[in-house]
Each structure stands twice: as structure tokens, then as C-alpha cells.
């Protein structure tokens, strides 16, 4: 589901960012550097670029994380 590829610096860095600050406001530019990375799943995409709520356990943040 979630490539290694799609781990670039820019999401790694983002991600991280968001989980630390708790603050996923970037959620919409997330999900244009998973799209620059090659992702092209609708489900990652929209979800990222959706209203949220989004939080701290945000499974697209957690999987770019490497947390369970």
C-alpha cells in the first residue's frame, strides 16, 4: 500500500514536523510531495487533502513515520 519510494526527505520532514508540532495544517502540501514522489492512490491523496480533523495518530503521518 504505502511505497518506499513515496518516503522522500520532503514527506519524512513533513510529517515529522506535523506529528512533533501537532499542527496539520500541511496536510494539503503533504500530500503534493507524496504526489511528486509517484503516489497516485486517491484514498492517501484525499484523505490528506480532506477537512480532518486530522491528529496526532493520522495514519498517513504514522506510516511515513514507520509507526505501527
Request: hydrophobic residues 40%; contains cysteine; proline residues 6%.
Given at each position: 500500500?504505502?511505497?518506499?519510494?513515496?518516503?522522500?526527505?520532503?514527506?519524512?520532514?513533513?510529517?515529522?514536523?506535523m506529528y512533533?508540532?501537532?499542527?496539520?495544517?500541511?496536510?494539503?502540501?503533504?500530500?503534493?510531495a507524496l504526489?511528486?514522489?509517484?503516489?497516485?492512490?486517491?484514498?492517501?491523496?484525499?484523505?490528506?487533502?480532506?477537512?480532518?480533523?486530522?491528529?496526532?495518530?493520522?495514519?498517513?503521518?504514522?506510516l511515513l513515520?514507520?509507526?505501527?
Amino acid at each position: 500500500m504505502f511505497s518506499p519510494n513515496w518516503h522522500t526527505d520532503t514527506a519524512v520532514t513533513l510529517a515529522s514536523q506535523m506529528y512533533e508540532s501537532r499542527d496539520f495544517s500541511a496536510m494539503p502540501i503533504l500530500a503534493d510531495a507524496l504526489q511528486d514522489a509517484g503516489c497516485n492512490d486517491d484514498r492517501i491523496l484525499d484523505h490528506c487533502r480532506g477537512p480532518g480533523p486530522h491528529v496526532r495518530g493520522c495514519w498517513v503521518v504514522d506510516l511515513l513515520l514507520g509507526k505501527e
